[in-house]
């Protein structure tokens, strides 16, 4: 059985080029302002999950796991680096015990903070480019 080909235009090709570089520079934007922050990418990463859960969601390694696209071993070797730098809290469930929920510590929520300014201010001047290529992009499906 052959497989369908579907032509994809120079133009589509483009915009996603495009579309791609500005996502790879905000990318580079986080992962330089985390180091200069004084963390590591992941952890940045990971405290911005916990600290950006949802209102009633149990924040476990599980769960950051999943929203990291993480091994769960990888997790809770994360986790272990971000307590021991003061940057996270684990907390055994009162109801069943085999669950930990992970919270952000005062430390944490500082340095998370400075970070969020800094990553909103370059996703507003960011927006517009990536509106515009998203909007093309839709026009040309």
């Known amino acids: 059985?052959?497989?369908?080909?579907?032509?994809?235009?120079i133009d589509k090709l483009?915009?996603?080029?495009e579309f791609r570089y500005r996502l790879r520079l905000f990318l580079l934007f986080s992962e330089?302002?985390?180091?200069?922050?004084?963390?590591?990418?992941q952890q940045h990463q990971l405290l911005l999950q916990i600290a950006g859960a949802s209102q009633g969601t149990v924040v476990t390694v599980g769960y950051v796991a999943e929203r990291l696209c993480l091994r769960h071993n990888?997790?809770?070797?994360?986790?272990?680096?971000?307590?021991?730098?003061?940057?996270?809290?684990?907390?055994?469930?009162a109801?069943?015990?085999r669950y930990v929920?992970?919270?952000?510590?005062?430390?944490?929520?500082?340095?998370?903070?400075?970070?969020?300014?800094?990553?909103?201010?370059?996703?507003n001047e960011l927006a517009p480019k990536l509106t515009?290529?998203?909007?093309?992009?839709?026009?040309?499906r």
Not at 2 to 9: F, G, Q
Not at 14 to 17: G, K
């Open 32 to 41: 330089e302002a985390a180091l200069r922050s004084g963390l590591q990418p």
């Open 95 to 97: 109801v069943d015990r």
């Open 14 to 17: 483009r915009l996603l080029a």
């Open 1 to 9: 059985m052959k497989s369908a080909s579907i032509a994809v235009s």
């Open 132 to 140: 515009r290529t998203l909007t093309a992009l839709d026009r040309d």
């Open 74 to 93: 990888t997790a809770v070797e994360l986790c272990n680096r971000c307590e021991e730098a003061g940057l996270i809290d684990r907390r055994q469930d």
């Open 101 to 123: 929920h992970l919270e952000v510590t005062r430390k944490g929520r500082e340095v998370l903070h400075s970070l969020s300014v800094d990553h909103a201010r370059e996703l």
